[in-house]
């Protein structure tokens, strides 16, 4: 499908409208430029025609319909072969422009360095010239007096050229700087793909969409430094070329004396084809810019579908969903919805992400609404406080005590939200404003539903902090986000929630971004506050050992549609629906997986000396340790564990063994082989003995590369194997994970997640490494999803008996698959010993409490986990 109609299609509107009009007008000037000679009934120098001079500033007449010009030549004629004239000055400034600019943002995006700092301040240096003034100069320059047509229309391309390369370096060095940064481009280095090919197949690839925008607004903006060239004097020699600014110049006497022609249509050539370039470059960006899309829901089709087809082999033969939602109790609610639906409007049609719900939260209740991705929990609670997009079509009802809530006004919403009813948001780090302080933000959301003097709303402020377990709440108060932890910019929102003492709290997710010591504390502060104050809780999450701690009813969602709802000790006990069942036993529970035994007698793969790695600091700030005095080993067939939370070192650790960090000192062998310490072209060879899986599978494959290219691209670099061999080789990898050889022809975005997983894992095995670093791997999956990636995982380690370092924080995970487990804490190995020992008789302090906070999915057992932990996770903040 060509560019025109799919984004035709992909407008709407007056987008649509603006769009054509843009394109119509565009496309009317390219066919006059081409069709010129044709088209104009003189030359456009032409003053007489037979003989018969045509006469000066004749007004528009049969033989003239424009008239004519102070110097007798036809202005209907001038200004159609003005139009060739600026076709072929803006063809040639914008394809010079992009051959020049965007070769040097690419290499100087991606090198850095001295290069990257001295092109900037050049390309600086040239953007902040006057362009009109910078064209002029450079026109002087390069035109050395030529008169010919060639000579003058190349003149003043470049001289237009030299004001965009700028422009064209900025945006691909910007966007190349952020791609870079990319897992798909470290994996294609962990592989040994040279930089020419990182550049063009994994980079340009992905930052040229930009270019259709650029190029047609550029377009416009060339127009008018043409015009203005010719208008001063500077442009093509007037007897070379017809160029509307040169006539614009001459034309001004003549708007004095009433002779309006010779200007007006001139000038009517510039505005709409300027109009029309805008309107096509500004439609385009709209149009493809993925955040101005309408969208129905988080998840892709193929995750759907995965998803649909398990539950489909589920509850084939089985009783209707109907059947398996618990009658509980009536109380009074504090929050009542009732056959609530919501349908979004997207590009491809409309998505139906609610069906019908129904469920109530009582007052000291906590509710807990859980599913895998796409199944409407979070729909479901933005609909409740009016957060959905202006795409969302929104039914049923949604009750406040006995005030309806669905079809209110976001003004008479904005009394009730934070005041009546509150939201803790699932990113602590997007949901507070980066340039306020905390207590600013806790201040205003109280000013805005009570009359309270500032100095009141702050002292409240700093009780809040207190009550939520801020340490120093009195100096934290003036502190901005950026100051603060995750688990204490959490305890931040938390206070912004309970500020006015809502009667009803939704948490959408409120610990998945945070380690597992400080998800523990954020949920004992949860109930507290429950207890404390009596507030309803909406607990959403797909966490279901939070669920077992926390819920007193559970809601299971698939698609939109509760399939079951009970009491939250019934549910784990008893499940009654199929999908809740297959839900639960897909979750890992810590210490009851009987995980693989030692393989001390196998041949050492992996060994780690004293690795220290270090990061530079800041404006003179003392470099940061992120890997402390480091040593371990792996041997072949042996998963190690390595754990610890978010800052630790873990995933430091994984990506220098690979080459993708340089180490500060100490050791890496592989093999045999030191790999710690070379140059990329060293360690090309050395590549191929060792793979990597990347925790995110959409980030770590290239979205424009098929899949049969994703995994064929560490054999076309690293074997000499024929292009036969190497779609053979690429269909029995897509057999051993399962997919199948037709998926070799589909993009990443046409799989589901775990699919997608599958992918990444096959690529990284298409070398028979001998080492393979699976940095989180799972930790985006699904849990269902998850469950069978580590099957799939553990089935292929048992066979090819690759040596494994498993980067994770999940504990349980790592319970079912490692041989032996390392914990870091601070860039420092704290604990290294048998996966039984470590998890089932930690000896070090920090391993015991990383355990105790690991919640499981068995309310009874976690009853009793939380009883005997005691007040050993109370200082985690």
């Known amino acids: 499908m060509t560019l025109v109609p799919t984004v035709v299609r992909q407008s709407h509107g007056l987008q649509r409208f603006m769009l054509l009009l843009g394109f119509g007008l565009v496309v009317l000037f390219v066919f006059l430029a081409i069709f010129a000679p044709w088209l104009a009934p003189y030359g456009f120098n032409a003053d007489r025609s037979g003989g018969v001079v045509f006469g000066t500033q004749q007004s528009p007449s049969a033989d003239h319909w424009f008239g004519t010009t102070v110097g007798g030549t036809d202005v209907l004629s001038r200004v159609i072969f003005g139009a060739r004239t600026a076709v072929e000055v803006i063809i ?141 004097g500077f442009g093509i020699e007037p007897s070379a070329a017809a160029e509307w600014g040169y006539d614009l110049n001459k034309a001004l006497p003549d708007a004095s004396s009433g002779i309006w022609w010779t200007g007006i249509f001139p000038g009517l050539a510039i505005v709409l084809i300027v109009l029309g370039a805008t309107l096509v470059g500004e439609s385009l960006n709209d149009i493809l810019n993925p955040l101005l899309r309408t969208r129905g829901a988080d998840t892709s089709e193929a995750d759907q579908a995965e998803i649909e087809q398990e539950y489909e082999e589920l509850t084939a033969g089985t009783t209707p969903v109907e059947g398996t939602l618990e009658v509980v ?225 559970v809601v299971v969602m698939y698609r939109g549609t509760i399939v079951e709802q009970a009491p939250a000790r019934q549910l784990f006990a008893a499940p009654r629906h199929p999908y809740t069942r297959a839900l639960l036993d897909a979750v890992p529970h810590l210490g009851q997986a009987e995980g693989p035994g030692l393989v001390d007698d196998n041949e050492l793969v992996l060994r780690v000396d004293d690795l220290v790695v270090e990061f530079p600091g800041k404006f003179g700030q003392p470099a940061f340790r992120a890997v402390d005095h480091v040593s371990l080993e792996v041997r072949k067939g042996e998963v190690l564990g390595l754990v610890g939370e978010s800052g630790s070192g873990k995933s430091t650790i994984g990506r220098t063994t690979v080459g993708l960090q340089q180490p500060t000192s100490g ?78 022809e589909r993009f990443p975005h046409e799989l589901s997640g775990g699919q997608r997983q599958r992918v990444s894992l096959a690529r990284a095995l298409s070398l028979d490494p001998d080492l393979l670093i699976a940095d989180e791997p799972t930790s985006a999956l699904d849990v269902s999803v998850q469950a069978r990636v580590l099957e799939l995982f553990t089935e292929l380690q048992q066979r090819l008996q690759f040596a494994c370092l498993f980067i994770s924080h999940d504990l349980a995970v790592v319970d079912t698959l490692a041989n032996r487990v390392a914990v870091m804490q601070h860039g420092r190995l704290v604990e290294i010993g048998p996966r039984d020992q470590v998890l089932g008789n930690p000896q070090e302090d920090y391993t015991k409490r990383l355990i105790a906070a690991v919640p499981v999915p068995d309310p009874e057992e976690q009853a009793r986990r939380r009883a005997e932990r005691g007040a050993l996770l109370t200082d985690i903040s």
């Not at 770590?700 to 190497?726: D, F, K, W």
């Open 92 to 232: 040639l400034a914008v394809v010079l422009s992009g051959l020049i600019g965007v070769p040097l943002g690419l290499v100087s995006g991606y090198l850095g360095g001295w290069l990257d700092r001295v092109l900037v301040l050049v390309m600086d240096a040239l953007y902040a010239f006057p362009s009109l003034l910078l064209a002029i100069v450079v026109s002087i320059v390069v035109s050395g007096g030529s008169s010919g047509a060639v000579g003058g229309i190349l003149a003043a391309a470049l001289s237009i050229t030299v004001v965009f390369v700028p422009q064209y370096y900025r945006v691909i060095r910007n966007a190349t700087l952020s791609v870079k940064a990319e897992p798909y481009v470290d994996a294609a280095k962990v592989v040994g793909v040279k930089t020419p090919r990182i550049l063009t197949k994994h980079i340009f690839s992905n930052v040229s969409s930009s270019l259709p925008v650029i190029g047609t607004l550029n377009a416009s903006e060339a127009i008018l430094t043409l015009a203005g060239l010719g208008f001063l």
């Open 329 to 553: 109790e009536k109380k009074v609610a504090a929050l009542s919805l009732t056959d609530l639906a919501v349908t979004f409007r997207t590009d491809a049609g409309q998505v139906r992400a609610v069906n019908g719900i129904s469920f109530d939260v009582a007052p000291g209740e906590v509710v807990a609404v859980v599913g895998e991705s796409g199944s409407g929990k979070s729909v479901s609670s933005r609909a409740v406080l009016g957060l959905l997009p202006s795409t969302a079509e929104v039914g049923g009802s949604a009750r406040l005590g006995t005030r309806e809530l669905l079809g209110l006004s976001n003004s008479s919403l904005q009394p009730i939200r934070g005041d009546q009813v509150s939201m803790v948001f699932q990113e602590p780090s997007t949901a507070l404003n980066p340039v306020y302080t905390v207590g600013w933000q806790i201040i205003e959301g109280l000013q805005a539903h009570q009359k309270v003097s500032k100095k009141a709303a702050r002292a409240r402020a700093v009780e809040l902090l207190e009550l939520v377990g801020m340490p120093d709440p009195q100096e934290r108060v003036d502190y901005y986000p950026h100051q603060l932890s995750g688990g204490q910019k959490q305890r931040v929102v938390i206070a912004m929630a309970i500020a006015c003492d809502p009667d009803v709290i939704i948490a959408d997710e409120p610990t998945t971004a945070l380690d597992v010591t400080v998800q523990a504390a954020i949920l004992e502060l949860l109930l507290s506050l429950r207890d404390r104050l009596g507030t309803a809780i909406v607990l959403i999450t797909h966490n279901m050992g939070v669920v077992a701690d926390m819920a007193d009813r």
């Open 667 to 744: 050791t890496i062998h592989v093999s045999g082989n030191q790999v710690s310490g070379l140059s990329d072209r060293q360690l090309r060879p050395l590549r191929s003995r060792f793979g990597f899986v990347f925790q995110d599978p959409a980030s770590s494959l290239n979205p424009r590369m098929s899949i049969g290219q994703c995994i064929a691209e560490p054999l076309h670099v690293q074997t000499e194997m024929s292009q036969a061999e190497i779609d053979a080789k690429v269909r029995s990898l897509l057999d051993s994970v399962e997919l199948g050889g037709a998926y070799a």
